[in-house]
């Protein structure tokens, strides 16, 4: 399996909060991928990263931001949690253009 | 704009008998595509990619599946379902014309293998 950890796995969480999500992978690849997963419409991407501080904002990018200040890091912020974002979050990453490995996922309810 | 469409929501099979989830997609110029399979409160597992070359690509789990250009399709097929293949199975696509862009999914198809 690819090594990659996402952090928390759960979290319930109140309207107006702010949530950080973590994805670490110890692969040193250099693409990663923030992705959503809601019933009905499968996964769509949030945001992306191709290097260090190199981001870029994918389909659903309302309401997140990124950060990535080293290879194996890449942080996803909700600034101010809504209800619309309780989703399964789930991180990727790939060197090129092939395949991508996912973590476990991280299951975020906000109330 | 690349999209991918998987049009069966639920896909019903016995155990024994063949499978098939079906994919088309659209790219701009030349698809690379990606078959995974989801089971419960799971990640996402990679099973197959079409590159280039052979039509014909062979995955794990004895899945493999068929490009047709086209047909703009890539369906999934396995000769005997198991139980245990019933999971969420997700195509995606990437447009080679498009740089190295983020893959895009489909919504993906839920395959219920019956004993």
């Known amino acids: 399996d690819a090594g990659i950890t996402q952090s928390p796995r759960h979290k319930v969480t109140e309207t107006g909060t702010p949530v950080t999500l973590r994805c670490h992978q110890t692969?040193?690849?250099?693409?990663m991928y923030w992705y959503r997963q809601d019933p009905g419409h499968g996964l769509r991407l949030i945001h992306y990263?191709?290097?260090?501080?190199?981001?870029d904002k994918g389909e659903v990018s309302d309401g997140y931001s990124v950060s990535r200040s080293k290879t194996e890091d890449f942080l996803l912020t909700l600034e101010s949690a809504t209800s619309s974002q309780t989703s399964v979050y789930f991180c990727?990453?790939?060197?090129?253009?092939?395949?991508?490995?996912f973590g476990e996922g991280s299951r975020l309810t906000v109330l | 704009a690349q999209s991918v469409a998987q049009p069966e929501d639920q896909v019903n099979v016995a155990e024994g008998n063949p499978l098939t989830v079906k994919c088309t997609y659209s790219v701009s110029g030349n698809p690379y595509l990606f078959w995974y399979v989801q089971y419960p409160n799971r990640g996402l597992q990679f099973l197959l990619k079409y590159i280039t070359g052979d039509n014909l690509v062979k995955g794990s789990y004895g899945f493999e599946a068929e490009f047709n250009k086209s047909q703009t399709s890539f369906h999934l097929k396995k000769p005997s379902a198991l139980v245990s293949d019933s999971a969420l199975y997700f195509c995606a696509v990437r447009d080679t014309n498009s740089g190295n862009t983020p893959l895009v999914f489909g919504k993906g198809t839920r395959l219920s293998v019956i004993a």
């Open positions: 692969e040193n690849h250099r693409y």
């Open positions: 990727a990453i790939t060197e090129g253009s092939g395949e991508l490995f």
């Open positions: 990263s191709y290097g260090v501080k190199d981001t």
